[in-house]
């Protein structure tokens, strides 16, 4: 019996002595009761909190653009949200967290960003002054193509990599950073966010901050390159929205998809050999070597080719030749004895039919109905059709029992998993508890093959 079902009991006996009070306080206690014990609350309201930014003459910095990205603070969590837009005339922007819990912000403007500790919402002031005269806590520059690049910060204790505002003039002032040891690396542009696999122009950068001192951090940009090209399909025609990734094994990856015209472009390369990747609909992959240099744009033309189907047909039928009325079929590509990929989920006809497309390779469907389920692999050729005949799925047989407990079981559901002798388990299924006058039982049909050995599993709710 679940915990929830417990505390509701615990809820009723405790309404019981209190009717005198009216029917409505003691509704209104045992919602409350509820929510405190189970944390049934309605949705928590976002917290507002507005910045300031401010030039080092005191004026405000108003119609420029800036940044904001909010993510969780140590040990809490959530995911990361960002917000781009433009400072009113008074300099301001207006930062929505999404509720009360611990957050970490970093807001900024060209040349500048902000740290925040938004640990406690409620007790945060009505506004956050950013002002560019105060004593940055890093001052990074960046020699090279700064245009060209973007810089990720990583703040020690957290997991998220914060996209920083743009440089201006190679320089990067960081204010009110935490102490401690942080990571700074160096990205394309292009790049809108960072993770251990993306295309780096170099390694992560630590970068040690104490309290009450400014660490000063220089940088410089590889020499880099630029890839260019089209994809096309062999009618000459362009392949809109294919997706074009940019790979090596030193420098990560990087992904990019084509415009309405096919053509696709990777600026802030570092040079190097990488391997290029194009992925589209109803095409086969192409993949090719790309060699960048400092300074040139290497121009690549890409010719897909209609990918290859073969077609899988057959009849899901029971033993007695009827049709089930509801079902499925999934399809997983067998990649290795141990290891299969979804590729989709069919449905059959109301005559039992199904009809599907497949690439080529190997693939096991399962036909799945109630708590009846059976199994065909099938190997497909392309341009071909396999016919896999009738799939026929086995005859119900009975499973009951009974189910001793000291807890009244009534009204409670009860679910049982039969494991076949060298096969995989069967699709789990829910039943119900029949109370009699000595115990409560149960029974459940319709969910193993008749003379099939089995285990049965049963857990209750």
């Known amino acids: 019996m679940s915990l929830g079902r417990i505390g509701c009991t615990k809820i009723f006996s405790v309404m019981c002595p209190m009717r005198r009070f009216g029917v409505a306080l003691a509704i209104a206690l045992s919602c409350v009761f509820a929510a405190a014990c189970f944390g049934f609350a ?18 405000p910095v108003a119609r420029v653009r800036a940044q904001a990205d909010i ?19 008074q300099g301001q922007i ?10 970490w912000v970093i807001v900024g403007i060209a040349g500048a960003a902000f740290f925040f500790d938004a640990t406690k919402p409620p007790q945060q002031p009505e506004a956050v002054k ?4 105060a004593k940055p806590s890093v001052a990074c520059t960046v020699e090279g193509a700064t245009e060209k690049i973007a810089l990720f910060l990583l703040l020690e204790g957290s997991e998220w990599w914060v996209r920083l505002p743009p440089l201006k003039e190679g320089q990067l002032l960081l204010f009110n950073v935490p102490q401690g040891t942080h990571q700074v690396v160096l990205a394309p542009e292009q790049l809108l966010s960072y993770w251990s696999g993306a295309l780096a122009l170099s390694a992560p950068v630590q970068v040690t901050v104490r309290e009450g001192q400014t660490t000063f951090l220089q940088l410089s940009t590889p020499p880099m390159g630029a890839i260019a090209g089209q994809v096309m399909d062999g009618q000459q025609r362009p392949i809109p929205n294919a997706l074009v990734t940019l790979s090596s094994d030193e420098n990560g990856q990087l992904s990019r ?43 690549v033309r890409v ?23 509801e079902g499925r079929i999934l399809v997983e590509q067998v990649l290795s004895p141990t290891m299969r990929q979804p590729a989709g989920v069919w449905q059959w006809h109301p005559d039992g039919h199904f009809e599907g497309r497949l690439t080529p390779g190997t693939y096991l469907l ?7 389920r059976v199994s065909k692999q099938v190997r497909v050729v392309s341009g071909q059709v396999t016919d896999l005949g009738r799939l026929v799925l086995p005859t119900p047989a009975l499973v009951e ?25 069967l699709q789990p299924q829910w039943g119900s508890l029949i109370r009699s006058a000595c115990c409560p039982r149960w029974d459940l049909s319709g969910r193993s093959s008749s003379g099939t050995r089995c285990a049965c599993v049963v857990a209750f709710w």
């Open 42 to 59: 309605g949705p928590a309201a976002p917290v507002p909190l507005r910045f300031v930014f401010v030039a080092e003459d005191g004026a």
């Open 71 to 89: 993510f969780p603070a140590p040990s809490a969590r959530g995911h990361l949200s960002g917000w781009r837009g433009v400072t009113d005339e």
């Open 94 to 103: 207006l930062v929505l967290l999404p509720d009360a819990r611990p957050w």
């Open 130 to 133: 950013c002002w560019l005269g």
């Open 257 to 299: 998809s084509t415009d309405a015209n096919g053509q696709f472009r990777f600026d802030g390369v570092p040079t190097g050999t990488y391997r290029l990747l194009v992925v589209a609909n109803e095409f086969e992959a192409h993949e090719r070597t790309v060699q960048v240099k400092a300074g040139e744009t290497a121009t």
């Open 303 to 325: 010719v897909l080719k209609p990918q290859q189907f073969g077609v899988v047909r057959g009849l899901v039928s029971t033993e007695d030749g009827s049709v089930p009325r």
């Open 366 to 372: 399962t036909v799945q109905a109630g708590g009846r």
């Open 401 to 425: 029992g009974t189910v001793k407990s000291p807890i009244p079981l009534t009204n409670t559901r009860v679910r049982i998993v039969l494991l076949r002798e060298g096969n995989d388990p």
